[in-house]
């Protein structure tokens, strides 16, 4: 069974620009969350989405993030224009039911904004 | 959710026990403990939960005191693979907002040869 895998493990991106970062859900999961952690910080909750539903986004900027997890595909965490205060890791995890006792982890991608 | 303080670092020799300690003073009658650990540049792994018996599994044991307070993780032979950061999370199994792990600053647990 393949874990929770996401894409890029690595984003370099200039200041103004766009990021991407996917996550593709454990099998049979349909229940994805994202968090960011900032150097030397512990992770903070970001996004909570079911299937073509954002479920709670209370701990996510509410400019320039969005994320979506549509019908078809992975997760998508997308931020515009780029600042500096940007760079972290971004993980997601995944679960098969709501709330989740086991949320399971991906690698995380880590954006570095240039 | 339950506010929980862990010792910054700890260090083990190779080989032996391992004993984190947690402090969940404020902990609810229905929030259980759970253990996450990161290892250097991965994502979090969950390692047990419990509400109040003490649990065991094939990665740790988990002991819960009987007023709910406090809680050690123990991993009975460290190895240095288990050298990571271990994270103590108070939460509510089900209902709510429980999705949202809520992550300190952890415990960074050295493991020695």
């Known amino acids: 069974n393949a874990g929770v895998m996401q894409n890029p493990r690595h984003l370099v991106r200039r200041r103004g620009q766009e990021a991407r970062l996917r996550c593709s859900p454990m099998?049979?999961?349909?229940?994805v969350y994202w968090y960011r952690q900032l150097p030397e910080e512990g992770l903070k909750f970001m996004v909570y989405?079911?299937?073509?539903?954002?479920?709670?986004e209370s701990g996510m900027p509410k400019e320039r993030f969005s994320a979506e997890f549509p019908k078809e595909g992975p997760s998508i965490l997308r931020i515009q224009q780029v600042v500096r205060g940007d760079s972290a890791a971004y993980f997601c995890?995944?679960?098969?039911?709501?709330?989740?006792?086991?949320?399971?982890f991906g690698p995380g991608t880590r954006l570095t904004v240039l | 959710d339950a506010k929980t303080t862990q010792p910054p670092s700890m260090d083990c020799a190779e080989g032996r026990a391992a004993n984190l300690p947690c402090n969940h003073s404020?902990?609810?009658?229905?929030?259980?403990v759970y253990w996450y650990r990161q290892i250097h540049s991965q994502g979090p792994q969950y390692i047990i939960h419990g509400l109040k018996n003490n649990e065991t599994n094939e990665m740790a044991s988990l002991i819960i005191t009987e007023d709910r307070k406090s809680s050690t993780l123990i991993l009975p032979h460290a190895t240095l693979r288990d050298t990571a950061v271990y994270y103590c999370?108070?939460?509510?199994?089900?209902?709510?907002?429980?999705?949202?792990?809520?992550f300190g600053k952890g415990t960074l647990l050295t493991v020695n040869p």
């Open positions: 989405l079911q299937k073509e539903n954002i479920i709670d």
């Open positions: 099998k049979g999961h349909s229940h």
């Open positions: 999370i108070v939460r509510v199994e089900s209902g709510g907002s429980n999705y949202k792990l809520t």
């Open positions: 404020t902990i609810s009658g229905n929030e259980y």
């Open positions: 995890a995944s679960s098969r039911r709501d709330g989740g006792n086991e949320q399971f």
